[in-house]
Antibody
Framework: EVQLVESGGGLVQPGGSLRLSCAAS????????MNWVRQAPGKGLEWIAY????????FYAASVQDRFTISRDNAGNSLYLQMDSLRAEDTAVYYC????????????WGQGTLVTVSS | DIQVTQSPSSVSASVGDRVTITCRAS??????LAWYQQKPGKAPKLLIH???TLQSGVPSRFSGSGSGTDFTLTINSLQPEDFATYYC????????FGGGTRVEIK
């Protein structure tokens, strides 16, 4: 069974940093691209970052470019999102999603982890 | 960047109705569009990719069509479990989501 489990969310002050993790199991992690998608409370979905299976290709949404860093550890079956210079508008549920299409789409999703940026 | 406009933002329908949701891309994207369903408090579920390919396990009452700039998600014979919010998504390197369509009970 495919499982994606996000962790690392919580309350952080504006300007602070947080690192999210996504533990993958039930599939060959190193053959899939991965994405991070977020959803602010009561709002729609926002794609924020993509990483190819080998980490050779990475894309970011303009809203997080230069502040967030996506990475992966294929040996450890894990995906990461380093979030720096956090703002109130980064408050959201953050999802990781498996991408068999290498297109930014997700066929399997985690349950999400909530990040709250507030003083 | 390519933009995507999804409409309507909400629709009221009854069980058994046919519902149609559209997405328009600001530039041609061939058949590179995906559709998702999301229920409150849950992660999105992929319904359709590549404009018209039904994801495994998704009921056949869901269908997608279109290419270029105009795309449609159709739900035939709406079922109680279909009341949810639906999103379209462009492909990378601009995989933006549409604004969403909430399908509500009439």
């Amino acid at each position: 069974e495919v499982q994606l489990v996000e962790s690392g969310g919580g309350l952080v002050q504006p300007g602070g940093s947080l690192r999210l993790s996504c533990a993958a199991s039930g599939f060959t992690f190193n053959t899939y691209s991965m994405n991070w998608v977020r959803q602010a409370p009561g709002k729609g979905l926002e794609w924020i970052a993509y990483i190819s299976s080998s980490s050779s290709t990475i894309f970011y949404a303009a809203s997080v470019q230069d502040r967030f860093t996506i990475s992966r550890d294929n040996a450890g079956n894990s995906l990461y999102l380093q979030m720096d210079s956090l703002r109130a508008e980064d408050t959201a549920v953050y999802y990781c999603a498996r991408d068999p299409f290498s297109s930014g789409w997700g066929d399997q999703w985690g349950q999400g982890t909530l990040v709250t940026v507030s003083s | 960047d390519i933009q995507v406009t999804q409409s309507p933002s909400s629709v009221s329908a009854s069980v058994g109705d046919r519902v149609t949701i559209t997405c328009r891309a600001s530039q041609g994207i061939s058949k590179n569009l995906a559709w998702y369903q999301q229920k409150p408090g849950k992660a999105p579920k992929l319904l359709i990719h590549s404009a018209s390919t039904l994801q495994s396990g998704v009921p056949s009452r869901f269908s997608g069509s279109g290419s270029g700039t105009d795309f449609t998600l159709t739900i035939n014979s709406l079922q109680p479990e279909d009341f949810a919010t639906y999103y379209c998504q462009l492909p990378n390197s601009f995989p933006a989501f549409g604004g969403g369509t909430r399908v509500e009970i009439k």
